[in-house]
């Protein structure tokens, strides 16, 4: 796995997952805005359709830095759900500055941050880290 992107498989509908996750998040500390959501109907079997949404975290010192950054996803992370089976859905944080020091320096919370999130979506009924 890339230290910039972290990756786990819960073990419930992509509803209660969205909710695990949007909780997970707020009580981080995280602000939320949507980035994109939507149905992958062209990649499911006939009937079957599998949903998505993008979601921008930024911690509130971020903005303090909205100067030096370019967008949401610069000064905080990138949260992708998937409903990948019936009860499981994929979750991924990436986190694009990790790999820059100057940009991680300006916000370090933000790792420690996601840290923390994965750990509650750990608590919360993880079925396997991808």
């Not at 949007?22 to 149905?39: K, P, S, Y």
Request: contains cysteine; hydrophobic residues 40%; proline residues 5%.
């Amino acid at each position: 796995m890339n230290p910039e992107e972290r990756r786990l498989i819960l073990d419930c509908g992509f509803d209660r997952a969205v909710e695990i996750v949007l909780d997970a998040c707020l009580e981080e500390g995280f602000t939320i805005t949507t980035a994109g959501a939507g149905n992958l109907q062209r990649c499911a079997s006939p009937g079957r359709s599998f949903r998505y949404a993008l979601l921008d975290a930024t911690l509130p010192e971020s903005s303090l830095h909205a100067g030096t950054m370019t967008t949401p996803t610069n000064s905080g992370c990138r949260v992708s759900l998937f409903e990948i089976a019936g009860s499981w859905t994929l979750v991924t944080v990436e986190i694009p500055y990790v790999c820059h020091p100057a940009t991680a320096s300006a916000v370090p919370r933000v790792a420690d941050q996601v840290a923390q999130v994965m750990r509650r979506l750990v608590d919360a009924g993880v079925l396997n880290a991808a």
